[in-house]
């Protein structure tokens, strides 16, 4: 997976890192779910932006 763009940030200091990924290829939905199962990971949201929203 070619990671394009990484952005990371935090809500307060101490809180919650929030890091965003922009990739050039389709994330599969079975590597969401393997990252889903990762310690530390409290929620994943994928987005592609060639599907119809």
């Known amino acids: 997976m070619n990671i394009a763009a990484m952005q990371l940030y935090r ?3 101490g ?3 929030v890091m965003i990924l922009e990739c050039d ?3 599969p939905p079975d590597m969401v779910r393997w990252l ?3 310690d530390g ?3 994943i949201t994928s987005y592609n932006a060639e599907e119809d929203v």
Do not use: F, M, P, V
């Open 36 to 38: 889903s199962g990762l």
């Open 11 to 13: 809500n307060t200091k």
């Open 15 to 17: 809180g919650y890192a």
């Open 41 to 43: 990971i409290l929620k």
């Open 25 to 27: 290829d389709r994330i």
